[in-house]
């Protein structure tokens, strides 16, 4: 079964307001991603996190890769209706048999009230 | 520069028939993925390769094949299609390390 857990699964929030959403894993990864998807699109990266402890942005949004190695958060500021979409969580193992694989999380569905 | 191409974009197939699905990149990536997508569930990984001629099984891979004889594709194949394969199939694309990984717009296959 799928190895990263991500939560919560939806929000429905105000525009303007802060978001939060986080992956976990039994697993270490090596690199974390976080990808945004639209309706009848493929998904699209939007922040990349390689070394444990990484704090990266892009734009509103801010992405941590955890000490441990096995979770992942990605916040975004003061929301805007374009905003709204499925976002996802996948970590990526460097080594062992699982050498390569790309694990996607559950998804979290964001909707953004004007 | 295409980037990832799937191929076809929309199938509807009868149960029992058999296709293949085609996944090209054009950025000489090493790794290739495909995911299943279905409502509530994510993309599960079906199977993957990290090289030319190298596969390996994801987390659902049963029902499917591929085969990775040339770098740039990556071929997904449905030998035998049940209606639980009704799903949007993506591929990706990744070349490793501090890079990103691409996808593909996705192929919407419905079996009756």
């Known amino acids: 079964g799928q190895q990263l857990n991500q939560s919560p699964q939806s929000m429905f929030i105000q525009e303007g307001e802060d978001v939060s959403m986080n992956c976990t894993s039994s697993?270490?990864?090596?690199?974390w991603l976080w990808y945004k998807q639209d309706p009848g699109e493929g998904p699209v990266l939007l922040i990349a996190?390689?070394?444990?402890?990484e704090l990266t942005s892009n734009g509103r949004l801010t992405a941590q890769f955890g000490i441990t190695r096995k979770d992942s958060f990605l916040n975004i500021s003061a929301s805007i209706p374009s905003d709204v979409g499925i976002y996802f969580c996948?970590?990526?193992?460097?080594?062992?048999?699982?050498?390569?694989?790309?694990?996607f999380g559950q998804g979290t569905i964001l909707t953004v009230h004007p | 520069n295409a980037g990832v191409t799937q191929t076809p974009k929309f199938r509807v197939l009868k149960t029992g028939q058999s296709m293949t699905l085609l996944c090209a990149q054009d950025?000489?990536?090493?790794?290739m993925y495909w995911y299943r997508q279905d409502p509530g569930m994510g993309l599960r990984l079906i199977h993957y390769?990290?090289?030319?001629?190298?596969?390996a099984k994801g987390e659902v891979p049963d029902g499917y094949n591929v085969s990775r004889l040339k770098k740039q594709n990556f071929l997904l194949g449905l030998e035998s299609a049940a209606p639980s394969q009704t799903s949007v199939y993506f591929c990706a694309s990744w070349t490793g390390g501090m890079t990103e990984a691409f996808f593909g717009q996705g192929t919407r296959l419905t079996v009756v």
């Open positions: 996948a970590g990526q193992r460097a080594g062992g048999t699982s050498y390569g694989k790309l694990t």
């Open positions: 390769s990290v090289g030319e001629g190298t596969t």
């Open positions: 996190l390689y070394k444990a402890g």
């Open positions: 950025m000489n990536h090493e790794y």
């Open positions: 697993s270490i990864f090596n690199t």
